[in-house]
C-alpha cells in the first residue's frame, strides 16, 4: 500500500534552478562584458592580429548556457511517466537550445559574429518564448522502441550437416 502511494503521489512543482535576481545580474553581467569583448576584437583588428574562431565559439557557447539557464528557469515541471521506455526524449541542452541557437549566432565575418551574438543575448526572452512553445508541441523524432529482455528469444542456430567429403 505504502508503494503504490508513493507512486501515486502528486508532483511538487520543481523549484527554478537559479533566481530571477541572480539570472538579471548575469545578464547584465554578460551585456557589459560583451561590450568589452567587441572593443577587445576592435583593438586587435586595428594591430594587425587575426581573431581566432575558436574564441567567437567560445563565447558564442556561453551565451547559449546563459540563455539555456533562462529557458530552464521558466520550463514547467515534467509529469512523471510509467513508460517502461522512460521518457519520450529527455531534455538536454542540445535539444533545448536546437539548431536555432546556433544558427543565429553565425555570422560571415567576425564583426557580423559578435554583433549576431549580442542581438542573440538582447533579444533572449523572445527565443526563450519560442523554444518554450517548441518544447510544449513536443519533439517531432521518434524514439527507438527497444525490445523487452525477456521478450526477445535468440534465434537457433542452423543444424549443421556433415558435408560430403571431397572426391576430386
Known sequence: PSRRRAILAPVHPRSAPISRHKLARLFAWAHLWLAWFAGRCLLWTALGRPIAR??????????????????????PALAP???????????????????RFRRLTRGRT???????????????DAHVARQLKR??????????????????????PAPTTAFAADSS
Open 54 to 75: 575558436r574564441d567567437l565559439d567560445c563565447v558564442a557557447r556561453h551565451m547559449h548556457m546563459l540563455v539555456d539557464l533562462k529557458l530552464a528557469a521558466r520550463m
Open 81 to 99: 511517466t510509467r513508460n517502461r521506455h522512460g521518457r519520450v526524449k529527455p531534455y538536454t541542452e542540445r535539444t533545448l537550445a536546437g539548431a
Open 110 to 124: 567576425w564583426a557580423d559574429r559578435v554583433m549576431a551574438i549580442l542581438a542573440f543575448v538582447r533579444d533572449a
Open 135 to 156: 518544447l510544449r508541441r513536443g519533439f517531432t523524432r521518434l524514439r527507438v522502441i527497444l525490445p523487452r529482455a525477456q521478450g526477445c528469444a535468440l534465434p537457433a
